[in-house]
């Protein structure tokens, strides 16, 4: 293991006052989520909904996936303000001037695309299923059959959810696409929720007798989905095979990472309520949940917490990946550090970032270096699942709403809460649920969409990273295929980095699969150590920084 | 003289009008979602409360004390807000009471500030230094500041004070992990559970300090061990909240949370009061008849699951749990009926479509439980019980190949579960059907197999197995060593069966009956 990043904070701070600035509204992103709540207090009216980001027509910039909720019972608006309710695809129009200004515009494109999304939308994955160098569609829901969508590389997308066999009709939130079995084409996990329907929903109350949200444990989970690639469009579901329904719960978050480093892809799933799951993979078509011994299915109380959001990131750059996992108020988000071997400590205590998020109920969350000093530090959307009484006595008429929280790596295994400077976009109070992470404007920082629960989405540009630094890595294979799980080591002016590819993680949600390191002050050019998904290492001597590369596999050394 | 006394008389009363006014009003909030009953009990309260704080002769300890009878009706039902207005008062009219500031601690614990809370609870020490719970409970509030060292010097001065204080022991455990001193941990974690073995949360916290000190088999022998059963101090002042609601809702939810915790008595007679109060609600029941079926009295578990149904026919639970009861006690027609209940209505009840599959076999009726278990693999398609019976389900009705083919692919999907390929194995011994049989493969499962496995069942079937590929000596040896070990072990029907293979096997004639019609594998929960 080569040593990790310990220098200081490098490159200039932050000047701005507002750090990430909402820009969704004059951007064109003029999409408000109705979770069609009638006053019963259905369950998937707080579970709702993810984004994605994703460069569907390869023209170089993100373009974004909203999805959407329906009416629940009798009641509850059908429409919104005249327009119907469906899942939105905004083509990104970014438009970069002479003196390096960046114009954000979306244009919604969803009729011409094809995409007829049906029924109660939850989450969304990305991934190139056919390897023709163009994402596809996955669309998760709570009524209906999830969707698959082949890219069809001219705007459109066909549906191609029967014949390829992933059309689960259970529950499902979360999905990654993910090559188990490092054959190059990439299979799916789906996580799946409860078994629920709206006539059977209890009657839940608070200890007042007034009425609120069930939990989770009123109702039965169900086991989740692997589904094996074939290669022809059409998957294998290889659920029991695999053993991955051995052990399930209410699964909402799922990350995909190589947790032990033995150079194969496992499986975090983070359960609602129950133990989480770490599914290491046995590298012959099974996998073996490991989480309570690698001391990532429980908190160190012992306690089984809700686990809503999750992402996978080295947070201390020793080379492997950590977990952050969002949970309820009064739970705190955990921290689990990895040994590198697939062991984990629970640090949540230790980095500060339990006990600042002890009041919110989290769910989008992601490792993100928000101001390029090469640390990755963490960004939670919040939003309670049950009524605040506080916000009820005060007669709001939705009162789950929480602010967003945003932690600064400090370094040393240490985060700070500087939610408080990052300016007004997180002073609003939302119900924030999918957050996807990525370079939206393509000018070296990540900024983050937010979708909030019967609220607008929010788009945060990033101001925060001025004068630093970066490294943009563009990880392809043969096809052009976003090399989801690959790795990377960048080494820069000596200092080395740690970072992966990755669509998934975060909550319900697809991020930017490019990876982005910060680079604090130096721009020099970096060595750059590839491990792609099919087990190849290369080196890529002397990428430069500031600029997007694209790496594809085969042309290291 | 009159005049002074007049005026003495007239600052008395000032006095007291003063004492009234420095505490600000507590209102009553909206309390217009609350359960009705609960509204009534908390306006009874605020009246209550308002008579004694306007009553010109009541003492400020008796203000006090109405205030914080207010106080803790409004932490019970969560109106935290409220809550901290009337400990306030109540801390402001008798400041020495170390009630007061420790139940705003509480408050804002529940708020999830334990930075409050921790002031809150400094004070209350600073008014009684001894105060156990309190210790503890800083203690806590420092662990969720992340402040181990803190918490430690609190956590052994409480262990000082009250020795058999689990869960300062508890605590001090943790702190031992936050500080990576494994070995402390366990012997602080053991302690606690040594005190209170029923703290099945201490179980995890546990197996990690033994992982921490590279001891994997401990570990995983305390991870089988975890639970919900939390550990939290002895703490008689917030044990006077914990019982004041008496709405239904407060008695079921006080009633879940025993259940929760194991505590089947506790959760009986919650449960049993929830029905007093709300009798016609079929979830209680249904709850009730799973506490009294913990503590033994199936008699009295049935009548609850009975009265759900007759409430609620739609609950599918209450429907299953009678069929499991009726099961036990050996009546499949009346189990049958039930299960069959539970299936109409949740059709998506695995756990009711497998019971109701299995006793469809049970009793002869075959065909009929395929379905039932082909839903439950649809929907889990790990459900090994469901793929077992599917399989054996087959067999019975003479579809060999289809049989072997099932078990084929659980073996597969089922490594660590032997029963799959042992039943492979007497399949491809001795199916009646020449193209399902294959005597090498199934040498080589129980060759395999008998590494492990070394039973009657499977002695028998590997007798079966020489006996196919031809080996006519070795089947009738292991044949008599199986009927030897069956006598031994007082299994009349097994040895007469196995008897009459031996005679096979002395002829040079092969067993074509993998398994008879009676045999237990095709009457799955028998009685």
């Given amino acids: ?557 | 003289m009159a005049v002074g006394v007049a005026c003495v008389v007239m600052t008395m009363a000032c006095a007291r009008h003063d004492v009234r006014q420095a505490v600000p009003d507590v209102p009553l909030p909206d309390i217009s979602r609350a359960a009705t009953d609960v509204q009534a009990q908390l306006r009874e309260q605020h009246a209550v409360m308002t008579r004694v704080v306007e009553q010109p002769s009541s003492s400020p300890a008796e203000r006090a004390a109405a205030y914080g009878d207010m106080g803790k009706l409004f932490v019970a039902t969560e109106l935290y807000e409220a809550a901290e207005r009337c400990f306030a008062n109540a801390r402001q009219l008798a400041p020495g009471d170390m009630r007061w500031p420790y139940y705003l601690a509480h408050v804002a614990r529940l708020a999830n500030d334990p930075a409050r809370a921790a002031g809150f609870f400094e004070q209350t020490l600073a008014l009684q230094p001894d105060h156990v719970p309190s210790l503890v409970w800083l203690a806590e509030m420092r662990l969720a500041q992340s402040r181990p060292a803190d918490a430690k010097p609190l956590l052994l001065k409480a262990q000082s004070l009250a020795p058999r204080e689990a869960a300062a022991l508890y605590g001090l455990g943790r702190v031992a992990l936050e500080e990576h001193d494994f070995a402390g941990a366990v012997r602080q974690l053991e302690a606690a559970l040594a005190l209170v073995p029923s703290a099945s949360r201490v179980q995890y916290p546990l197996a990690m300090a033994y992982r921490g000190l590279g001891n994997p088999q401990q570990a995983e022998a305390h991870l089988r061990l975890r639970g919900e059963a939390d550990l939290p101090p002895a703490d008689g002042l917030m044990g006077e909240i914990g019982g004041l609601l008496k709405n239904a809702a407060a008695y079921e939810t006080r009633g879940g949370q025993a259940i929760d915790d194991k505590r089947w008595p506790d959760a009986v007679r919650e449960l049993r009061q929830a029905i007093a109060v709300a009798p016609n609600n079929g979830f209680t029941r249904l709850n009730l008849g799973t506490a009294l079926y913990m503590t033994g009295d199936a008699n009295g578990a049935l009548e609850q699951y009975q009265a759900a149904v007759r409430l609620r026919p739609d609950l599918a639970k209450a429907h299953f749990a009678i069929g499991v009861l009726k099961e036990t006690a050996g009546d499949d027609a009346a189990a049958l009926d039930a299960f069959g209940a539970a299936v109409r209505a949740d059709p998506a009840s695995s756990e009711a479509q497998l019971s109701l599959a299995d006793a469809l076999r049970r009793t002869g009726r075959v065909e009929e439980s395929l379905p039932h278990y082909a839903d439950v693999l649809r929907a889990n398609p790990s459900a090994s019980q469901a793929s077992f019976g599917y399989a054996m389900g087959l067999v019975r009705l003479k579809r060999y190949a289809e049989a072997r083919d099932r078990l084929a692919e659980a073996a597969r999907a089922y490594p660590d579960q032997p029963g799959f390929a042992h039943a492979l194995a007497r399949l491809l011994a001795s199916a009646p059907d020449d193209h399902v049989r294959d005597g090498p493969r199934a040498l080589t499962i129980m060759n395999e197999l008998l590494k492990t496995q070394n039973t009657l069942s499977s002695a028998e079937t590997m007798a079966m197995v020489f006996a196919e590929v031809g080996e006519w000596d070795r089947a009738v040896a292991w044949q008599r060593q199986t009927i030897d070990a069956a006598r031994q072990a007082k299994q009349p029907a097994l040895v007469a069966r196995l008897a009459a293979n031996l005679r096979l096997y002395q002829q040079k004639k092969p067993c074509r009956i993998p398994w008879a019609d009676d045999d237990p594998v095709h009457r799955p929960g028998a009685k």
């Fill in chain 1, 1 to 557: 293991m080569s040593a990790g990043a310990s220098a200081k904070a490098e490159g200039p701070q932050p000047r701005t006052a507002d750090w990430f600035v909402d820009r969704a509204a004059d951007a064109g992103l003029d999409f408000v989520h109705v979770n069609g709540m009638s006053g019963q207090f259905y369950m998937p009216e707080v579970i709702g909904s993810g984004v994605a980001l994703f460069d569907y027509d390869q023209d170089g910039d993100l373009d974004v996936y909203l999805v959407q909720g329906q009416p629940l019972g009798p009641g509850a608006p059908a429409s919104r303000g005249g327009t119907p309710l469906t899942d939105r695809l905004y083509r990104n129009d970014l438009r970069v001037e002479a003196d390096g200004t960046r114009r954000l515009h979306f244009t919604d494109v969803t009729a011409q695309s094809g995409i007829d999304a049906r029924g109660y939308g939850m989450g969304v994955a990305v991934g190139d299923i056919d390897n023709d160098g163009r994402p596809d569609l996955y669309l998760t829901k709570f009524d209906a059959p999830n969707q698959l969508f082949h890219n069809n590389g001219d705007g459109t997308f066909t549906e191609i959810s029967k014949r390829s066999g992933t059309d689960s009709r259970s529950w499902s939130v979360s999905a990654a696409f993910v090559d188990v079995d490092r054959d190059g084409w990439l299979d799916l996990y789906v996580g799946h929720y409860l078994r629920y329907t709206l006539e059977g929903n209890s009657r839940c109350v608070s200890p007042s007798g007034a009425p609120d949200y069930c939990t989770p444990d009123s109702y039965q989970p169900l086991p989740d989905r692997l589904y094996r690639n074939r290669h022809d469009g059409t998957f294998e579901d290889v659920s029991a095979r695999s053993q991955i329904a051995r052990a399930f719960g209410p699964a909402l978050g799922v990350a995909t990472a190589d947790f032990n480093g033995d150079g194969w892809p496992d499986i975090y799933v983070a359960n609602d309520g129950k133990e989480n799951q770490l599914w290491i993979n046995r590298r012959d078509g099974t996998f073996e949940n490991r989480a309570l011994l690698a001391g990532v299915a429980l908190p160190l109380t012992g306690k089984a917490e809700a686990s809503m959001g999750v992402d996978a990131g080295d947070l201390d750059d020793d080379g492997d990946d950590d977990l952050v996992v969002t949970e309820l108020t009064g739970e705190g988000t955990n921290v689990f550090v990895n040994d590198g071997a697939g062991v984990f400590e629970d640090d949540s205590a230790r980095t500060g970032i339990g006990p600042a998020s002890t009041g919110l109920t989290g769910f989008g969350t992601a490792w993100f270096d928000y101001d390029n000093d090469g640390r990755l530090d963490v960004l939670a959307v919040n939003g309670a699942v049950q009524v605040i009484e506080a916000l009820r006595q005060a007669r709001d008429p939705f009162p789950v709403h929480q602010r967003r929280i945003l932690f600064h790596n400090l370094g040393g295994g240490r985060f700070d809460d500087v939610t408080a400077r990052a300016g007004a976009a997180f002073a609003l109070s939302e119900v924030g649920r999918g957050a996807a992470f990525g370079d939206i404007d393509n000018d070296g920082d990540l900024d983050v969409i937010v979708a909030n629960n019967n609220g607008p989405v929010r788009l945060l540009v990033n101001q925060a990273a001025a004068g630093a630094h970066w490294l943009g890595l563009r990880l392809v294979g043969a096809g052009g295929r976003d090399q989801v799980g690959a790795r990377v080591r960048v080494t820069t002016a000596g200092i080395v980095r740690h970072r992966r590819a990755r669509a998934d993680g975060s909550y319900a949600s697809a991020n930017d699969p490019r990876v982005h390191v910060g680079l604090g002050g130096s721009a020099a050019p970096s060595d750059v150590v590839v491990q792609w998904p099919g087990g190849r290492s290369e080196t890529f001597t002397g990428v430069a920084a500031d600029r997007y590369t694209t790496l594809t596999e085969g042309t290291g050394r």
